[in-house]
């Protein structure tokens, strides 16, 4: 008999899976893992007959939902979703952004090529968003998710994720289905940020971007810019620039745009038709498929020299908008998401817990040392080992961030990077600590935040004091 290596996931779908382990290929290690399958069932008093096949995807997210408009409250919770604006301190939490259109009508139809105009509804984005409340420019309509994102500042990005890594130590399949229509070029792309839990950059781009925060060390960046694939992969333990590979595919003559490989492709014109993108991870190749309307895969194949940097990771699915006008983009700014897969194994779920107000502890050279505001975190009756808070900073200087929970002494929290002289940053930074687990409580937990003293660094001549908080919760394992 052919044994073979198999994913046993019980319960209703893999998403709610009971149970989910490797199944083993030999004959009698299989007949150890079955008895202890059996014990499991007997023990959570379930009947066996809840027991179901094999599932071909450990995650899987349809976005199911066909709403009259477009919906928010139909995305999943088990996803996070954030967006970061680059602007001046002062617009933090007051500026109103210019709307800007979406794909889909307040009725819900669908952005056809053929109506005149174009079906689409105005959306407003702030900063002001988390899990629990994601901005606007995320909707679902006709059974897939939205993310869109147009000119609203000199730089944006939309980011959102499942709360759960994914391992691909033994090799692993990522699918999903998004547009690939003209009219998202240099400035306007989406792109996937593979990356371990503990380096989480919400609003990471590349060193030339006009936004601060930098790539983390540990990455696989699967971008699609100017319908053209690149993959990027960066190690901390890798030369000294962190770079492992960096490779844009190339045509005959030029890049491999989408538009040059299949000119006669229909979901250039009709952002309604999404292709099918399927990602294998290996530890020594990354291979990325897209689905022609034929059918068949074209496939772009990077060789990483000396294998992965890292095998188990959050994958973040981010849009990028830089300044977009500029190449003529004025109605095409959403992207289309649906059957988002991964053949496992998965890593253990986590859950935000939001605090309730963002942190605005900036002005125009008079805020004092001292200074401080406090927000709220609802945790549940049962809390995890491991607590963790997360959240970006705008302004952080090395010393200056300090924290208090729930009355316990101050603590200072950095962003994993600063960038004028190691200890200043005037752009949004993303930063993850770890609580002590005596320090919170079920129920409402008081974070207070202080504005500490300055640095002693050469950081230049300085006008803004004080620093701001948002995208604030603290993460539990479940």
Same mark, same amino acid.
């Given at each position: ?27 009698? %290690? ?6 202890? $399958?059996?014990? @499991? ?12 096949? %094999?599932?071909?995807? %450990? ?30 301190? +002062? ?71 499942? +709360? ?7 090799? #692993?399949?990522?699918?999903?289905? $998004? ?7 240099? =400035? ?8 371990? =839990? ?5 609003? %990471? ?28 992969? #960066?190690? &901390? ?10 490779? =844009? ?21 009709? &952002? ?24 068949? @895969? ?16 959050? $994958? ?16 095409? !700014? ?7 897969? @991964? ?12 605090? *309730? ?13 001292? /200074? ?33 929970? *729930? ?9 994993? /990077?600063?960038? +004028?002289?190691?200890? !200043? ?17 079920? #129920? /409402? ?34």
């Amino acid at each position: 008999m052919n044994w073979t290596t198999r994913d046993l996931v019980i319960g209703n779908k893999p998403t709610t899976a009971l149970y989910t382990k490797r199944i083993p290929s030999n004959p009698s %290690a299989l007949y150890e893992h079955m008895k202890s $399958v059996m014990i @499991f069932f007997a023990l959570v008093g379930l009947n066996a007959a809840t027991v179901a096949h %094999a599932a071909p995807w %450990a995650f899987s997210e349809g976005f199911d939902g066909d709403p009259s408009a477009p919906s928010q409250t139909l995305l999943p919770q088990t996803m996070d979703y954030v967006v970061t604006h680059r602007t001046h301190p +002062k617009e933090h939490f007051t500026k109103n952004f210019q709307p800007y259109a979406a794909d889909h009508a307040l009725n819900c139809a669908g952005p056809n090529p053929a109506a005149s105009a174009i079906p689409q509804h105005d959306v407003y984005t702030s900063q002001a968003d988390n899990g629990f409340t994601p901005d606007s420019s995320f909707f679902i309509c006709k059974n897939h998710m939205m993310s869109s994102m147009g000119d609203v500042s000199p730089y944006s990005i939309s980011a959102f994720w499942p +709360k759960q890594e994914f391992d691909f130590s033994d090799g #692993g399949e990522l699918m999903f289905d $998004v547009n690939v229509n003209e009219g998202h070029r240099q =400035r306007h792309w989406w792109e996937i940020m593979i990356v371990p =839990r503990d380096q989480l950059k919400v609003a %990471a781009g590349p060193a030339w971007a006009a936004i601060d925060e930098n790539y983390p060390e540990d990455r696989i960046v699967l971008q699609f810019r100017e319908l053209v694939r690149q993959v990027n992969v #960066g190690g &901390r333990d890798a030369q000294s620039d962190g770079l492992i590979v960096e490779k =844009r595919q190339f045509g005959q003559w030029d890049w491999a745009y989408w538009g040059d490989l299949h000119p006669s492709d229909p979901a250039l014109v009709d &952002r309604r038709i999404r292709r099918t993108m399927k990602i294998r991870i290996d530890d020594d190749t990354i291979s990325w498929g897209i689905k022609t309307a034929q059918g068949t @895969f074209d496939w772009f194949k990077v060789p990483v020299p000396g294998g992965l940097p890292f095998t188990k990771g959050l $994958v973040v699915f981010k849009t990028h908008a830089y300044t977009p006008q500029k190449d003529g983009n004025f109605d095409t !700014y959403t992207f289309h998401w649906d059957n988002i897969r @991964f053949n496992g194994p998965i890593g253990s779920r986590y859950e935000s817990y939001p605090a *309730n107000d963002l942190i605005y502890l900036q002005a125009n050279g008079n805020r004092q040392i001292g /200074e401080s505001q406090t927000t709220t975190v609802q945790l549940p009756e049962e809390i995890s080992n491991n607590p963790v808070l997360f959240g970006q900073l705008h302004n952080p200087k090395r010393g200056q961030v300090l924290l208090s929970v *729930n009355g316990q002494p101050n603590q200072v929290v950095n962003p994993y /990077e600063y960038d +004028k002289d190691n200890c !200043y940053s005037s752009d949004w930074k993303s930063f993850r600590i770890a609580l002590n687990r005596d320090h919170v409580l079920p #129920g /409402e937990n008081t974070l207070t935040w202080t504005i500490g003293e300055r640095p002693d660094c050469n950081f230049g001549p300085i006008d803004w004091d004080g620093y701001s908080v948002k995208f604030l919760h603290i993460q539990l394992d479940q």
